[in-house]
């Protein structure tokens, strides 16, 4: 069922084991799609040990830990009309790609596929997928699963072109909650974002990771996102908001100084969503205020 729609694009530091587990499941894939890893700065053996187990995968070594950014270079390489992004930690169960790439060729207008995640060793759903299942983003009738605000970057298949015009992640948000930028301007673009509950990702979360820098990367690009594309109002109580309900401690502390500090690129990159996407995004508002699965925004 080889299927070569649609190229597997993976970033990593530093997390050798985890990485070569997540490309033997790939390879197992009936799908046999093309893989390409961007290396950001590894120096656990990383690049050595794909190279020798995995001689197929194309494997980009930019040098310097990009972050997030090491998508947008290796979906530079990618020549299939579809990517799909998952970290070294995850991987995609058989036949979910073709599945994927046939939801977005059946329905032009999406430009953006997630699946239901799953949270190895117990293969449990990550609480996420209730949020994404039961989104009350307005849709229309044609779209073939709930319409999203945004996108998890881990289990998602995009439209490759769609990302390149949409500019890729940001350079700036390096990683933690990078997707929502992207999402905003995939939507202001025309693109409808869904999510598919028969397809599936695998999730096996490392324990080699600094979540408390994440958390504060993820509350600071909430920030940057919320004034970089919200109307001035509901930008205000999105910020009021986090800064009632994330917790009161040094990551949250770093993550609004931090943010504070861009505000002059900020203001200067501002560029406030049309009135359709802003509608949207105000639609998960009650939704982000409940919600217990994205502990870095409260």
Request: with cysteine.
């Amino acid at each position: 069922m080889t299927d070569l729609r649609t190229t597997v694009v993976v970033i990593t530091h530093n997390r050798c084991p985890e990485l070569l587990r997540t490309l033997d499941r790939l390879a197992e894939l009936p799908e046999k799609p093309p893989v390409i890893v961007t290396d950001n700065d590894s120096t656990d053996g990383t690049a050595s040990a794909v190279a020798r187990h995995h001689p197929d995968v194309r494997l980009l070594r930019p040098g310097r830990n990009l972050g997030a950014v090491g998508r947008n270079l290796a979906v530079r390489q990618v020549d299939t009309p579809y990517v799909a992004f998952c970290d070294d930690d995850s991987w995609w169960a058989p036949g979910s790609l073709s599945g994927a790439a046939d939801l977005l060729d059946r329905h032009p207008a999406v430009g953006s596929v997630t699946a239901r995640i799953l949270v190895e060793p117990d293969g449990t759903e990550d609480p996420i997928v209730k949020e994404l299942r039961d989104s009350p983003v307005p849709r229309p009738d044609w779209l073939p699963g709930p319409a999203l605000g945004s996108f998890l970057a881990a289990a998602t298949v995009l439209r490759t072109d769609a990302f390149r015009a949409a500019g890729g992640f940001h350079p700036r948000l390096w990683l933690g909650g990078e997707e929502e930028l992207l999402a905003a301007d995939l939507a202001a673009n025309g693109w409808w974002l869904t999510y598919a509950d028969d397809l599936t990702i695998h999730h096996h979360p490392s324990t080699v990771r600094n979540s408390t820098l994440r958390r504060a990367h993820g509350i600071r690009n909430t920030l940057w996102f919320t004034w970089l594309r919200r109307p001035a109002g509901p930008a205000l109580r999105r910020t009021l908001h986090l800064a009632r309900t994330v917790p009161r401690d040094t990551a949250s502390l770093r993550a609004f100084a931090e943010a504070t500090a861009a505000l002059p690129w900020v203001l200067r990159e501002r560029r406030v969503l049309p009135p359709e996407v802003e509608a949207r995004l105000r639609s998960l508002e009650p939704a982000q205020r409940d919600s217990t699965a994205r502990s870095y925004t409260g």
